[in-house]
Nanobody, 123 residues
């Protein structure tokens, strides 16, 4: 059974930092692009960042320079991290871990989703 389990969300003041984690298990994820999306209240889910098995990364313009994605590859599990610095109130959202065989910024191309973790940034 494939599972993506996020952790690390919480309440932080503007300018602060949080580190999200995503533990992916249940299959081999070596061929999968691991991504983070987020969904703010009343808004559509949007792409945040992606990381390939090779370690290559990609970021949305809104988080570039503030967020860092990484992945720790093991035989049967993958852990993906999102280090978030200089947080802003507009970063408040539920953050979702996602996995897909191909890179996409659309929710339609994702094969597996986590249940999400809430990040709240106070001003």
């Amino acid at each position: 059974q494939v599972q993506l389990v996020e952790s690390g969300g919480g309440l932080v003041q503007a300018g602060g930092s949080l580190r999200l984690s995503c533990a992916a298990s249940g299959r081999t994820f070596s061929s999968y692009v691991m991504e983070w999306f987020r969904q703010a209240p009343g808004k559509e889910r949007e792409f945040v960042s992606a990381v390939w098995w090779s370690g290559n990364t990609l970021y949305a313009d809104s988080v570039k320079g503030r967020f860092t994605i990484s992945r720790d590859n093991a035989k049967n599990t993958v852990t993906v991290y999102l280090q978030m610095n200089s947080l802003k109130p507009e970063d408040t959202a539920v953050y979702y871990c996602a996995a897909g065989l191909t890179y996409t910024q659309s929710t339609y191309g994702i094969d597996y989703w986590g249940k999400g973790t809430l990040v709240t940034v106070s001003s």
